[in-house]
């Protein structure tokens, strides 16, 4: 719910040139929402294009460096950017497309960071995107053993 949590959560935004507008958009539906106690904007500041991949990165880094943190990428279809946030240790990167997947990527794979497409997916729809993902919680229980699996391959591979 919004304002259960959001209090206390903290968020990490970035994203191309591709993604630049919709992360201005998401930016301020966040806040106007209060989703988060805070929204970090970590760039790109322009429609000048810039490569997905450092973007991916910085909010990775970011949210898994901070406790109850959350983070959206964004980049032309979200699939670059998301490819680049998941080679950190720890980050869950989801490509949400719709509703629907981002109850999931929250219930199931308690996903850390939400990918999203400025050129595939309309601004409406990236709000109800939002609005469920923040809105979602992580299940636990069997999910929470597929979860650390995941992350074992992180450690072993250093
Ligand atoms: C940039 O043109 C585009 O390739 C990028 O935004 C993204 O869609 C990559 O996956």
């Keep these: 719910m919004a304002g259960q949590n959001g209090n206390r959560r903290i968020v990490f935004i970035g994203s191309d040139h591709a993604g630049f507008e919709?992360?201005?958009h998401i930016i301020d539906y966040i806040r106007e929402k209060g989703y988060a106690e805070s929204v970090t904007d970590l760039?790109?500041?322009s429609d000048?294009?810039?490569?997905?991949?450092?973007y991916g990165v910085a909010v990775a880094k970011a949210v898994t460096g901070h406790k109850n943190a959350f983070g959206i990428v964004i980049?032309?279809?979200?699939i670059g950017i998301s490819i680049a946030a998941n080679k950190v240790p720890g980050a869950r990167a989801a490509l949400c497309t719709s509703p629907l997947h981002a109850e999931m990527a929250r219930k199931h794979n308690d996903a850390n960071i939400l990918a999203l497409g400025?050129?595939?997916?309309?601004l409406p729809e990236m709000e109800s995107i939002t609005d469920t993902w923040f809105r979602t919680e992580f299940e636990g229980g069997r999910h929470r053993r597929r979860v650390e699996k995941i992350h074992a391959?992180?450690?072993?591979?250093g």
């Design 43 to 45: 760039g790109t500041h």
């Design 118 to 122: 400025g050129r595939t997916t309309p």
């Design 48 to 54: 000048k294009r810039v490569d997905y991949p450092d």
């Design 75 to 78: 980049c032309g279809t979200g």
């Design 22 to 24: 919709a992360k201005q």
């Design 153 to 157: 391959l992180t450690e072993k591979q």
